[in-house]
């Protein structure tokens, strides 16, 4: 089996992030995509070893946030390469919010969804969660920042609990 073929999916990068009222967080992410328009609903997957994913089950709630092509490695690497279990990457007392109490950046953010988790789905290494879009704004017109341009431009690489690593 050519498990490349898989990097032909088309798909961006993200942001997700979470406030359960003791813990917030956010992590990269390059799952997230609309489920339907009528109830407005997208989803995300996320790995369940990140800490991310246990504040967002916790909360019942995320903010989901398309990265632009403004983002650089170091700001990805913030959100993607590190932890919130011992790391804030949300320092700013003055972070923005969403409507639902989830904290997000305008900068590299091409819009933000605020969003109450109405289902979850164990798909064994990732916590799918489907959210119902409770607002949304554009934040941006910036291009989004697609995972074709993360590894051809950026020269990122997939780290090993991103839903796409093929070891």
């Known amino acids: 089996m050519d498990k490349s073929a898989l990097y032909k999916f088309s798909s961006g990068l993200y942001v997700v992030s979470a406030d359960d009222g003791t813990r917030k967080s956010g992590c990269v992410i390059n799952t997230g995509l609309q489920l339907t328009s009528a109830p407005l609903q997208?989803?995300?997957?996320?790995?369940k070893e990140n800490y991310t994913e246990g504040?967002?089950?916790?909360?019942?709630?995320?903010?989901?946030?398309?990265?632009?092509?403004?983002?650089?490695?170091?700001?990805?690497?913030?959100?993607?390469?590190r932890t919130g279990a011992d790391f804030d990457k949300y320092p700013d007392p003055d972070t923005k919010r969403t409507v639902l109490g989830d904290p997000y950046e305008e900068k590299c953010a091409a819009a933000v969804l605020a969003c109450r988790v109405v289902q979850?789905?164990?798909v064994g290494t990732h916590?799918?969660?489907?959210g119902e879009v409770a607002d949304a704004e554009v934040l941006s017109d910036a291009e989004p920042l697609t995972y074709a341009y993360y590894h051809s431009v950026l020269k990122g690489k997939t780290p090993p609990k991103a839903s796409s690593y093929v070891g």
């Open 42 to 47: 997208v989803m995300v997957a996320v790995n």
């Open 55 to 81: 504040v967002i089950d916790a909360a019942g709630h995320f903010a989901l946030a398309p990265l632009t092509q403004e983002a650089d490695m170091p700001y990805i690497g913030r959100f993607g390469f």
């Open 120 to 122: 979850r789905l164990d």
């Open 127 to 130: 916590m799918v969660f489907v």
